[in-house]
């Protein structure tokens, strides 16, 4: 499997204070994600990197931003968090964009806005 | 777009009793099919997938074929174990677009 971790792996925050959630691969893999997963709707998109400094947006990256200063990080940041924010949090990696590659997913992180 | 409909549950089995996930797609390219598994606190594992028409995935005494005229890729198991107790979920993936069922939850029993 590859090697994927995200930080924190929970946090607890207050409407209106910005969060950053970490991820980080060992594994060199160009592509990186950023999902939430809710209930009854599995996992979605917010965001997506083909490369340092080369994100797009997915399904649902309204109030979310990313950056990727370095191939094994991925950040993801709420500017302002709103309860509708809270979630979990899944990072995931691939090689490529080729549809028959395999995202490989980080453990997850569960954020909580208040 | 691309989406994923798969059997929401949650499905309670017995050991060693048969397995069916049902899951549909619908796309308008030709994606690759996934099932991904997610234990307790876990991220999300893959569990099996097909890249094209009649492949069949399988994994751990799990399978699935990838049914291009029913637009369907069911997951089967024959004989369930209490370990297999987590949430499957389906995905398709058609280049940066993975789209994903709501996940079903799966309870086996001793």
């Known amino acids: 499997d590859a090697g994927i971790t995200q930080s924190p792996r929970h946090k607890v925050t207050e409407t209106g204070t910005p969060v950053t959630l970490r991820c980080h691969q060992t594994e060199n893999h160009r592509y990186m994600y950023w999902y939430r997963q809710d209930p009854g709707h599995g996992l979605r998109l917010i965001h997506y990197?083909?490369?340092?400094?080369?994100?797009d947006k997915g399904e649902v990256s309204d109030g979310y931003s990313v950056s990727r200063s370095k191939t094994e990080d991925f950040l993801l940041t709420l500017e302002s968090a709103t309860s509708s924010q809270t979630s979990v949090y899944f990072c995931?990696?691939?090689?490529?964009?080729?549809?028959?590659?395999?995202?490989?997913f980080g453990p997850g992180t569960r954020l909580t806005v208040l | 777009g691309d989406s994923v409909t798969q059997m929401e549950g949650p499905v309670t089995l017995s050991e060693e009793a048969f397995l069916t996930i049902n899951c549909t797609y619908t796309?308008?390219?030709?994606?690759?099919l996934f099932w991904y598994v997610q234990y307790p606190g876990e991220g999300l594992q893959l569990l099996l997938k097909a890249t094209k028409a009649d492949d069949k995935g399988s994994n751990k005494g799990f399978e699935a074929t990838y049914r291009k005229e029913t637009t369907s890729f069911h997951l089967e198991k024959g004989s369930v174990q209490v370990s297999d107790s987590a949430v499957y979920f389906c995905a398709l993936s058609d280049r940066n677009d993975m789209r994903f069922g709501a996940g079903t939850r799966l309870t086996v029993k001793p």
């Open positions: 995931a990696s691939a090689t490529s964009s080729n549809p028959t590659d395999t995202q490989y």
């Open positions: 990197s083909y490369g340092v400094k080369d994100t």
């Open positions: 796309a308008t390219g030709y994606p690759s």
